[in-house]
């Protein structure tokens, strides 16, 4: 009963969150040097509008106690738009794109996601958004183009078909290339009955250091550390720049070196991830049980905080989280506590620390590895609750996650030497 209310309760979610799946298509754009430099113009421009339009929030708010809302800050760029000369070449609806980021941009600073908003530098102002229209998908003799408003026809490589309907379009720039990043919606897949999955077709995942993903099959697949095998030529390069001078020739061909580096690197992980969660979500499993972890919170170890950076636990549990609903499949989650330290056959407290990787319960005798037998509690706790879930994106769940916690007294809370579990517990 608890885990059909549980799928009542992921329905619900998806109905008034509007939880219609949008995917992102990322193609690379070839312009011509007459396009590169309107990029790079039309980059500059908003930039400016950016810091313009903020200098006015914080000035109305200084001089005159007024809080200018989004509709405000549309009203003030299109303003600028209307008497300013390099503006009226952009489309109107990408000025207005730049008030709604400032608007974010607070929003993030009032509910404690981000810090102040600062006025932005060229460089780390590296892209553009056309939100409904002034863009365009065209099929020539020679493969296809992008009809920017303002910009004209640019050559675009699609290397794979786009699947919805396409909501918004933004032009990136990274290392010193453009992209476009179409953003496409898409109903998604019946989500299945949880209550009718077999046993088999549910998978306990654990992710770690040492071994990235290890399954309650015995399956598992290492972690290759990209960042590791780059870091030489990334402190190398970076000792080089250093020793420039800020802003010459030579200064910025090693930054664009030092960026295209570290790009190469987080698209190895991503590469990784999305083939990982392809193998995960495969036609034999139907329902994946992963842990929530803290990421903030873990990373405040200095010692581990590069490991757990490049492994990039987040967006891999937010990856397996849309990879699902693409599917219509299942992704589910529950609490980290004590998943490494009880038994999932006889749910006895097992204290170990993090060198210990065989796991030994002196109760019922079960001997096994650290990592499969984590997984096997984490399937069991989510087959328990079948929680709804926000995909991992952050640490507030709308409902409570399965946890040790309940079934735990207080004295296993508090680490005592004589743990005590509650009776009525059917472990598996």
């Known amino acids: 009963m608890q885990a059909r209310a549980a799928f009542k309760y992921i329905l619900l979610l998806q109905h008034y969150c509007n939880f219609d799946l949008l995917l992102s298509f990322k193609y690379r754009l070839y312009q011509n040097d007459a396009q590169e430099a309107l990029l790079r113009s039309t980059i500059a421009r908003l930039c400016d509008l950016y810091n313009e339009i903020r200098s006015e929030k914080v000035k109305q708010y200084k001089e005159n106690k007024i809080s200018l809302s989004k509709t405000d800050l549309r009203r003030i760029a299109l303003e600028r738009r209307r008497t300013n000369e390099n503006l009226k070449n952009i489309h109107s609806q990408v000025v207005q ?86 953003l496409l919606e898409r109903i998604d897949k019946k989500v299945q009955d949880v209550n009718y999955i077999p046993d088999d077709r549910i998978r306990g995942c654990d992710v770690g250091l040492e071994k990235f993903v290890v399954l309650d099959n015995f399956s598992s697949d290492e972690y ?89 636990f987040g967006r891999f549990a937010t990856r397996c989280f849309k990879k699902s609903r693409m599917l219509g499949k299942l992704v589910l989650f529950v609490d980290p506590w004590g998943t490494s330290q009880f038994c999932h056959s006889c749910l006895q407290w097992v204290p170990k620390d993090l060198s210990q990787r065989e796991h030994d319960c002196p109760k019922c005798g079960m001997r096994l590895p650290r990592d499969v037998n984590s997984a096997r509690l984490i399937k069991w706790l989510g087959k328990m609750g079948c929680s709804p879930s926000d995909g991992g994106s952050s640490l507030a769940e709308l409902f409570p996650l399965p946890s040790l916690r309940r079934m735990a007294s207080k004295s296993v809370e508090a680490r005592s030497q004589h743990p005590k579990m509650l009776e009525d517990v059917t472990p598996f």
């Open 97 to 182: 794109n730049v008030a709604d980021r400032v608007s974010a941009s607070f929003n993030n600073f009032f509910e404690r996601r981000a810090r102040f908003p600062r006025n932005k530098k060229y460089k780390n102002y590296r892209s553009f958004t056309y939100p409904q229209s002034g863009f365009n998908l065209v099929l020539t003799k020679k493969g296809h183009k992008i009809r920017l408003s303002g910009i004209g026809e640019v050559r675009v490589f699609i290397h794979r078909p786009m699947l919805g309907h396409v909501k918004r379009l933004c032009i990136k720039r990274e290392a010193g290339k453009w992209y476009s990043i179409f």
């Open 224 to 312: 290759p550390e990209f960042l590791r095998k780059s870091e030489q030529k990334i402190v190398s390069l970076q000792r080089h720049l250093s020793k420039k001078k800020k802003g010459s020739r030579r200064w910025r061909l090693l930054a664009h070196r030092l960026a295209r580096l570290h790009l190469h690197v987080k698209r190895q992980r991503e590469d990784y991830q999305n083939k990982i969660v392809a193998s995960l979500l495969n036609k034999d499993t139907d329902v994946l049980v992963l842990e929530k972890l803290s990421i903030e919170n873990m990373i405040q170890n200095h010692s581990l905080a590069k490991s757990l950076a490049d492994a990039s």
